[in-house]
């Protein structure tokens, strides 16, 4: 079993690890919602503005109006197909970034378990050396009486 000093080197280190994975958990939540929320608003605009056109179109366009109209969907669309996949991979990262977190909190409870089963060891040792000399006292006054009784 490893000594007390190393078992609980070995505790900080996972303790740190983990809390360092929560952190890291943290930003990628952050930044996973923040690429949705990026992608909601692109799907909103275009949504929006496909709406305004269409309105703007009952009157009539022409052929240039028209062209930059397609122009503009186009990049809109490209847009939305690319912070689509800053979403999946955002997500992705996210994914791996729990499964780390699981990972370092499997470690550290496993560190604290052996910790405490240390702990608790070390309090059984010392119970047993206590009443051991416990004992010790007690047989060398039972021998002590014994022996002042028989002088006696």
Known sequence: MPTSSSLKMLLDLAQNRSDAAARKLGELNSREREADQKLRLLLGYRQDYQVRF????KNGIDQAEWR???QFMGKL???IAE???AVT???NRMQ???TDWHAQ????KSYDTLSQRQERAEILRAAKREQ???DEQTIKAHVHNKASGERG
């Open 54 to 57: 269409q309105e703007f179109a």
């Open 68 to 70: 930059n109209f397609r």
């Open 77 to 79: 669309d490209a847009a």
């Open 83 to 85: 912070q689509r996949n």
């Open 89 to 91: 991979n955002s997500r």
């Open 96 to 98: 791996a970034g729990r």
């Open 105 to 108: 909190q499997r470690q550290l």
């Open 132 to 134: 051991r000399e416990q």
